[in-house]
């Protein structure tokens, strides 16, 4: 099976229309693997309450499956930077940006 370019944004598409589409969040969920190449930890910074209703809603364990699902999907193709990115939120739209360690690093909160 050949990689599709075009997969991650159309599963972020329907997440979206079928969670957010009452959406008034803005922010971003930067994102990264553990050593075993699964989804091991993500800092949401998203505008006043949203993360409560995102949380509360159930959109974000489905977007937690969904990113370890294309982090697994873009490792068995052997593509570039696919342990960590940044997904944008505005409002009802969702964007993925895969991003260097360093980037992901910079973005996030951490320091370690």
Known sequence: MSYDPDFDQYRLDQLASTHLSDSLAIGDIVFFADDDGRLGKATWRL??????????????????????????????????????????????????????????????????
Request: proline residues 3%; charged residues 25%.
């Open 47 to 112: 505008n006043d309450n949203a993360y409560k209703t995102l949380n509360d809603s159930g959109f974000k364990h489905y977007l937690m499956e969904l990113l370890d699902s294309l982090i697994i999907y873009r490792k068995q193709h052997n593509k570039p930077n696919s342990s960590q990115g940044i997904i944008y939120v505005n409002g009802r739209k969702l964007n993925i940006e895969w991003v260097t360690p360093e980037e992901a690093f910079q973005k996030s909160e951490w320091n370690g």
